[in-house]
């Protein structure tokens, strides 16, 4: 199967722009894509035979051949990110000829501000990584766009895997996970596996082997230090988890990492 990768090339410079008092857009016909994201104030844009009121924390994905008029409130002046850029493949998704609310904006301008910084510092690298936080402003519009908004519940259950891959050590039990997020233990259970296609407690056992599998390759802390720190009781008992469940003893994985 044919790889995609999603590959852009930058026209201009990435710039925030605070409109001038009686700022009228009119520009020819584009020869481009241009990312268009209102970061503040309010105004319209006229294309394709229909206006529309724009303001914060909407954005615009036109595409070439695009003719359009912009203008805005006077009392509420616009301040603009924009971008013209070329799709080096051919555009992976079609993106809505109009309006686009983002959910997470925050993420989204905080890429579209290091996207103008690092392209202003002049240096090949600079344009590289300015080159790449578009094309994430752009793939975070896709994913925005092709996947539904999470609920209030998944939403609060995704922190919670989040946080139990990142402290495995912290074993806790199901009502006690399920009552963080309002939820009975049976409503998390289905919730939860379908998340991650396991139970909560074997989720919780393959995370914390991963990564003491991760500290036998790539540290020098004894097994008995290992399984402490993850919060073993009895280092025996984590050497016959581990190879129950990882099918080979720590000391192999130790040993195959060293080679």
Known sequence: ???????????????????????????????????????AGKGWLEFEGQQQQIGKNQCFVLRPGTRLLGTQDEAQRLSVFYVHFDWLQSPPFTFPSGVINLRDWGHFED??????????????????????????????????????????????LQEIITKMRQTPSDWQTVPDLAAQIHLSPSQFTRRF???????????????????????????????????????????????????????????????????
């Not at 520009?27 to 990312?35: E, G, N, V």
């Not at 008995?224 to 009895?234: K, P, S, W």
């Open 193 to 259: 596996y379908s998340a991650t296609g396991m139970s909560p407690r074997h989720f919780q056992i393959r995370t914390r082997l991963e990564r003491a599998r991760q500290l036998l390759e790539e540290s020098e802390m004894t097994l008995q230090h290992i399984a402490f720190a993850l919060g073993y009781q009895d280092h025996y008992f984590f050497a016959r988890q581990y190879k129950q469940w990882m099918n080979e003893t720590p000391g192999k994985t130790r040993r195959k990492a060293r080679k």
């Open 111 to 156: 890429m579209s501000h290091r996207a103008e910084r690092d392209y202003a510092r002049g240096d090949a690298l600079g344009k590289v990584q300015s080159t790449s936080w578009v094309r994430q402003m752009l793939l975070h519009l896709m994913a925005e766009q092709t996947q539904p908004p999470p609920s209030v519940a998944d939403a609060a």
């Open 1 to 39: 199967m044919k790889s995609t990768t999603y590959e852009i090339h930058l026209n201009c410079p990435p710039r925030w722009q605070h409109c001038e008092p009686l700022w009228r857009w009119e520009p020819p016909p584009f020869k481009d894509f241009d990312l268009w994201y209102v970061g």
